[in-house]
């Protein structure tokens, strides 16, 4: 029989309490009736719970392993969406959407938690400011594009719902197009900042390590050819109007491909290999 240490039976209740935390915010919108404090406090505890496990997981150090980078992920996630919410009062409908997503990812994080992993210190300037730097760029760069392709999902799920003039329970709760749209091209707008931001510091990390400015390996491919993609579907929204779920999908893929250059290479890295 296997045997499992107290820090192993106490990491298993810090993970599945944090994926707790998520569940109120994606089960309270599908009541009939939800009061908008209610919908709050679930918002608020879905962006704490996560947080204070990866704040506890930093005491440690930096964790490099699959599963903390998933937690991190979900964090930023959703901190992120607590504060559009704060921005746009249409918001928390995305919660049955994005919360189960998220939700799934916890799940994902508790079941590869025992992979092993590197912990960089966190302490006499280790590691390097830039590497930091460049870290949080990432991660809040996929948390902003986590929330937008989650708006453009919505909106794309309305829109076929108003076509086949079949509404569903899921759509019904969900914002109207417009404003699921308008939501998302503002968040792709930061996104497409943010990661440009994320490329540069990358490379600035990528000078001081081995002196190059630029190597194409697999991650810096990936997230530069989701930078193209956004700044290509950025444009064709302005200039060409295109919306619906033509821009859903190309989000979606500029989605996936920042996926596979962030959480996908790491869990190939530190699962598969």
């Known amino acids: 029989m296997a ?10 209740v810090f993970h599945l309490a944090a994926v707790a935390c998520l569940l109120p915010a994606a089960l309270l919108p599908l009541t009939r009736a939800i009061a908008p404090l209610a919908q709050s406090m ?6 704490m719970g996560p947080t204070a ?18 937690w991190v992920i979900i964090a930023v996630s959703s901190l992120l969406f607590f504060l559009v919410t704060m921005y746009s009062r249409h918001a ?21 938690a025992q992979e092993s992993s590197a912990v960089l210190a966190m302490h006499a300037g280790q590691p390097p400011v830039w590497l930091v730097f460049h870290i949080l760029v990432s991660v809040i ?11 453009a999902l919505g909106a794309a799920l309305q829109e076929r719902a108003l076509k086949r003039k079949q509404p569903t329970r899921l759509t019904r709760l969900l914002p109207s197009v417009a404003e699921s749209e308008r939501l998302s091209v503002r968040l792709l707008v930061l996104s497409e ?4 931001l994320g490329l540069i510091s990358g490379m600035v990390v990528e000078y001081f ?3 190059a400015l630029l190597m194409l390996d697999h991650k810096t491919a990936l997230s530069l050819l989701s930078f193209v993609v956004i700044g290509g579907l950025l444009a064709a929204h302005r200039w060409m109007g295109v919306r619906g779920r033509l821009a859903a999908r190309t989000l979606l893929t ?8 962030f959480p996908g290479i790491k869990f190939i890295s530190d699962v598969v290999v």
């Not at 045997?3 to 298993?12: A, F, K, Q």
């Not at 928390?92 to 590869?112: E, Q």
């Not at 996929?142 to 392709?149: E, I, W």
């Open 53 to 70: 496990w990866v704040t506890l997981q930093l005491s440690e150090g930096w964790h490099t392993g699959f599963s903390a980078t998933l």
């Open 92 to 112: 928390w409908r995305l919660s049955p959407l994005i919360m189960p997503y998220l939700a799934l990812l916890g799940l994902a994080a508790t079941v590869w």
């Open 209 to 211: 390590q081995t002196g």
């Open 193 to 196: 900042g943010v990661l440009g």
């Open 42 to 47: 679930a918002t608020v505890l879905a962006a």
């Open 141 to 151: 760069t996929y948390g902003l594009l986590t929330v937008a392709a989650v708006a």
């Open 3 to 12: 045997r499992y240490s107290p820090r192993m039976v106490d990491t298993l």
């Open 254 to 261: 500029a989605y996936l491909l920042l996926t596979l250059a």
